[in-house]
């Protein structure tokens, strides 16, 4: 199951207190103090695992909580400090405090940790409060408390290319033509019902990252269909392939109205470097021409069957050089392949 949001509660372990304790040793007849400090509090701390794709584990199980320190004992021996807990997410997985809204922070790269609640300091023991006047202290403190939060986990994938499109536009089958990915294809709407990702492999071990995700409808923004939620999945894309397929009623106001939706979404998906794909070539009448398209912002028009598989090399090479340079840069793009309006 692909869970894309979970809230957990984390609280980080409590510093151990400092101890009160006197030496007492043979032939020393009046020890000084020697009590140790507390150990330090487990931190809670998120890791990324580029194995997971989901947070499925956090929608089982909210509480977790870290290691306390140990107290301070006498002989001026510090308590252990508590072991971290550190949380397995997936890459992409934002990190945002629930109860105020803040960022915490991003996890993209294999490995890279956040700390989202920080053990408490322990407290010092009696020996530390010694002084010329006060050589027998009794004074310790207490171990700080670790850190509480209710934390939201949101996972939003990362892929170079996002594929936007109403319900079967052929999203699904053009992830399934170009990549191992093994979405579900079906002739009715919403097949779709979670994003997808599947790596494109070119020659030359060049390789870019794809997501399908569910289709989107006229009125999105208003909750129609499924919606706007899937969409941010695909706020990190390079580029867009918005598909439309060539049989549609009216492939212009089909076009014109995934371009509503993602501007009504943000202004920064509507920006976002964008190429249409006119799917399903193959139902064209033999001989029969691409419905002509007006897509001035558009980095290129391209027909593409993924049935026949024609069509489909071009656009993988044009998306290739698009996820590399979104602003098309140096990358010689007036000589891509590709069909372009007039
Ligand atoms: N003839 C033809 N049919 C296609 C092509 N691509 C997809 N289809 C068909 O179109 C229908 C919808 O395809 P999907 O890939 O499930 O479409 P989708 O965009 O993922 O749809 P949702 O998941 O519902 O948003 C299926 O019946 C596919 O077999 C194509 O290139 N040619
Ligand atoms: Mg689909």
Same mark, same amino acid.
């Given at each position: 199951?692909?869970?894309?949001?979970?809230?957990?509660?984390?609280?980080?372990?409590?510093?151990?207190?400092?101890?009160?304790?006197?030496?007492?040793?043979?032939?020393?007849?009046?020890?000084?103090?020697?009590?140790?400090?507390?150990?330090?509090?487990?931190?809670?701390?998120?890791?990324?695992?580029?194995?997971?794709?989901?947070? *499925?584990?956090?929608?089982?199980?909210?509480?977790?909580?870290?290691?306390?320190?140990?107290?301070?004992?006498?002989?001026?021996?510090?308590?252990?400090?508590?072991?971290?807990?550190?949380?397995?997410?997936?890459?992409?997985?934002?990190?945002?405090?629930?109860?105020?809204?803040?960022?915490?922070?991003?996890?993209?790269?294999?490995?890279?940790?956040?700390?989202?609640?920080?053990?408490?300091?322990?407290?010092?023991?009696?020996?530390?409060?010694?002084?010329?006047?006060?050589?027998?202290?009794?004074?310790?403190?207490?171990?700080?408390?670790?850190?509480?939060?209710?934390?939201?986990?949101? *996972?939003?994938?990362?892929?170079?290319?996002? *594929?936007?499109?109403?319900?079967?536009?052929?999203?699904?089958?053009?992830?399934?033509?170009?990549?191992?990915?093994?979405?579900?294809?079906?002739?009715?709407?919403?097949?779709?019902?979670?994003?997808?990702?599947?790596?494109?492999?070119?020659?030359?071990?060049?390789?870019?990252?794809?997501?399908?995700?569910?289709?989107?409808?006229?009125?999105?923004?208003?909750?129609?269909?499924?919606?706007?939620?899937?969409?941010?999945?695909?706020?990190?894309?390079?580029?867009?392939?918005?598909?439309?397929?060539?049989?549609?009623?009216?492939?212009?106001?089909?076009?014109?109205?995934?371009?509503?939706?993602?501007?009504?979404?943000?202004?920064?998906?509507?920006?976002?470097?964008?190429?249409?794909?006119?799917?399903?070539?193959?139902?064209?009448?033999?001989?029969?021409?691409?419905?002509?398209?007006?897509?001035?912002?558009?980095?290129?028009?391209?027909?593409?069957?993924?049935?026949?598989?024609?069509?489909?090399?071009?656009?993988?090479?044009?998306?290739?050089?698009?996820?590399?340079?979104?602003?098309?840069?140096?990358?010689?793009?007036?000589?891509?392949?590709?069909?372009?309006?007039?």
């Amino acid at each position: 199951m692909f869970i894309d949001r979970a809230v957990i509660e984390v609280r980080a372990g409590t510093g151990g207190s400092g101890a009160e304790a006197f030496r007492r040793e043979r032939g020393v007849p009046r020890g000084g103090p020697s009590g140790g400090d507390g150990g330090k509090g487990g931190d809670v701390m998120l890791e990324v695992d580029p194995q997971l794709s989901t947070l *499925l584990d956090y929608s089982y199980r909210r509480h977790y909580e870290a290691e306390r320190g140990q107290h301070g004992e006498g002989s001026n021996r510090s308590g252990r400090s508590g072991e971290n807990l550190v949380l397995e997410v997936p890459p992409g997985t934002v990190v945002v405090d629930a109860d105020t809204d803040e960022l915490l922070g991003e996890l993209l790269e294999a490995g890279q940790r956040l700390v989202v609640a920080r053990g408490g300091r322990g407290g010092r023991g009696n020996a530390r409060f010694a002084t010329p006047t006060d050589q027998a202290p009794r004074r310790w403190e207490y171990g700080e408390e670790g850190e509480h939060r209710n934390v939201r986990l949101e *996972l939003k994938l990362i892929a170079d290319v996002g *594929l936007v499109g109403e319900p079967n536009a052929g999203k699904s089958t053009f992830l399934a033509t170009v990549t191992a990915a093994r979405p579900k294809v079906a002739d009715y709407p919403f097949t779709t019902l979670a994003p997808n990702l599947g790596v494109v492999r070119l020659s030359d071990y060049r390789s870019f990252v794809v997501a399908d995700i569910p289709g989107i409808i006229e009125g999105a923004h208003e909750g129609k269909g499924l919606g706007h939620q899937f969409l941010r999945h695909i706020e990190r894309t390079r580029t867009l392939a918005l598909l439309v397929p060539v049989d549609a009623p009216d492939p212009q106001a089909e076009y014109a109205s995934l371009r509503a939706e993602l501007a009504a979404y943000s202004s920064q998906l509507q920006a976002r470097p964008h190429c249409v794909v006119l799917t399903k070539a193959d139902l064209l009448p033999e001989g029969g021409a691409v419905p002509a398209l007006e897509a001035p912002e558009a980095w290129g028009v391209y027909p593409v069957s993924s049935v026949a598989h024609t069509g489909v090399s071009e656009l993988l090479e044009a998306l290739w050089v698009r996820s590399r340079h979104p602003e098309g840069e140096g990358d010689g793009s007036d000589d891509e392949a590709g069909w372009w309006p007039d």
